[in-house]
């Protein structure tokens, strides 16, 4: 079982899971309307890794005996200053969520909790992932500058993604 304080904080990572996903997916939505349909695939598949995520966490609550209380997921930000800017808001993101996840680890390391320790280390290492590349794709789009053929060049490398994971 699952420390009252414990379910609590997964609870709140489960809904920062599902916020990422549809901060993604409105990021997705914003690239689609500027025709970089490669990049609005990429980040729609982004999308479906945080669902992903967020499940992940559901079902290991569900699995601990553990009550999963659903909560509102909050508007993501609908319009952005440029797609680099979009990214660099990605990038921000994902920082922000290394942090929580570390403090939960911390959370179950403080209240002895082991299996969930276990659990939260593949979050721990898939952040290192995720953090790299958001900040890949922001190096590229620096260097990329005002040069639409590199952003169309981008635009097909990232579409190439074939899945979530």
């Known amino acids: 079982m699952v420390s009252q304080i414990l379910q609590d904080a997964i609870n709140d990572q489960i809904n920062n899971e599902f916020y990422a996903s549809y901060l993604y997916l409105s990021m997705s939505v914003y690239c689609e309307k500027r025709n970089l349909s490669g990049l609005a695939g990429w980040l729609k598949m982004q999308s479906a890794e945080e669902t992903g995520h967020g499940m992940k966490l559901f079902d290991f609550l569900m699995d601990c005996d553990g009550t999963v ?11 952005f200053d440029s797609i680099l800017s979009l990214f660099e808001q990605a990038c921000e993101h994902e920082k922000k969520v290394t942090t929580l996840i ?15 320790q276990t659990h939260l280390q ?13 900040s890949d794709i922001v190096a590229k789009l620096k260097l990329i500058g005002d040069d639409v053929a590199s952003l169309l060049a981008l635009d097909r490398e990232l579409g190439s993604r074939t899945s979530a994971e």
Do not use: D, H, M, R
């Not at 209380?69 to 319009?79: D, E, R, W």
């Open 69 to 79: 209380v659903l909560k509102g997921i909050a508007q993501p930000p609908t319009q």
């Open 102 to 116: 570390n403090e939960l680890y911390e959370l179950a390391i403080q209240e002895k909790a082991f299996a969930v």
């Open 122 to 134: 593949w979050f721990v290492t898939e952040q290192v992932e995720e953090e790299k590349t958001s």
